[in-house]
């Protein structure tokens, strides 16, 4: 495996969560993470996997 990690505070500000929040997601299984020693560090491809499941189909105005 040659994937980057981040911090649980990291991964927070890319999703604009708290670190509270990004912990319980972890803690209830929504998102993948790794314990290495005390730390808790989340894959970037579950903070991609987070983000592409949230986006919002874009608005196309449709012309008659």
Not at 8 to 28: F, H, M, N, Y
Request: hydrophobic fraction near 40%; glycine fraction near 6%.
């Amino acid at each position: 495996m040659n994937e980057s990690l981040v911090s649980v505070e990291k991964a927070a500000d890319i999703l604009g969560l708290s670190p509270w929040t990004v912990r319980a997601w972890v803690s209830k299984g929504k998102i993948g993470s790794a314990k290495l020693g005390s730390r808790r560090l989340i894959p970037q491809s579950e903070l991609d996997r987070i983000i592409s499941e949230s986006l919002v189909p874009r608005y196309e105005e449709k012309i008659a």
